[in-house]
Each structure stands twice: as C-alpha cells, then as structure tokens.
C-alpha cells in the first residue's frame, strides 16, 4: 500500500465549515498506516456551526499501534501541531473492513438555545476510564495496600513478645 497520503476532511453548516485533514492513510518514513477510526466534533453556537473539530487520540489502543503525525491545514497545507491516532496493521493487508469511521459529536447550544449534549459521548472523554489505565490504577492500589499490610504485620509480630510480656506482668499483678 505503500504509495500516496490519503486525507480527510470534514465539512458542515452553510458556511462550509471545516475540519484540518487527517490522514485516513499515512506514508511516512516509519512505514504505511491505515487509521480507521476518527472521532470529530461539530461547535454550534445558537444553531450555526462555527467550527469543526478533529477529537482523534489513541484512546482505543495500545502504545504500539499509536501513530503520531503532523497534520495540516485543509485550505493552505500548514502543519499544525502533532496529534495521535490508533492504526490498524490489518488494513495493510485488507483481510477486514477498514472503511473510515467517524464518531460526530456537538458542542454548543441549538437555534433554541438547547445544550448539545452529545460531546460526553465521544472518545476522548472515556480515557479516563479506559480499561488499561484502570487495571494499571487497581493494580497500584493493590501494591500499595498489601505492602501496608506486610508492614503492619511485621510490626505487631515484632511486638507480639512484648504485649504477651505485659500481659504475663499485668496477670501477676492482679
């Protein structure tokens, strides 16, 4: 597949407003990508939208099949910041489907002036709450909590002798 750069670029409201491009397929130094998965989301202001946003990240993917690129600009090619985004090493070989998805969401208020709420549906805002980084969190609580315990009971073994010593002296005094 190696070859051409393929990008997206999305567009709405009767302004045509647009997003950056993002690459769909990748041909960089590093090899070719395909990234299936994109997650976009549309800024309403009182109905009208006034931007269109890419929300990508590697949120649905492990470090390894995490690509960092530099995108563009949709209208002038003027490289942006670097982002991040989760390929898929299967497409390459296009033993499954890879067509593009894209996940919309909106921001904003409607012409009513209803918030849209559908922007707490998207990838990103699920991050913290992926399953890697909560196995990791669970696991570090479970070190800490079993390394106080080992402490604790060294400590009351190490005291032991000497509780049954004061018990032995209290049971003489009485």
Known sequence: MRGKNVTIVLQAGPSTT???????VL???DGS??????SAYVRVN???????EWDNGCFTCDSGNCKT?????????????PESNCFDPECLTKTKDCDPKIYISFVGTDRDNNKLE???LRLSAFRKYSLSDSYGSVMQQFSKTKTELTTEKKRILEEEPKLQENRNLSLIHI
């Open 18 to 24: 647009s997003s950056n491009k993002a690459f769909y």
């Open 27 to 29: 041909n960089d130094r």
């Open 33 to 38: 990508f395909v990234i299936p998965v994109f």
């Open 46 to 52: 009182a109905g009208v939208v006034t931007k269109v």
């Open 69 to 81: 690129y530099i995108p563009f600009k949709y209208n002038d090619n003027t490289q942006l910041d």
């Open 118 to 120: 559908s922007a707490g």
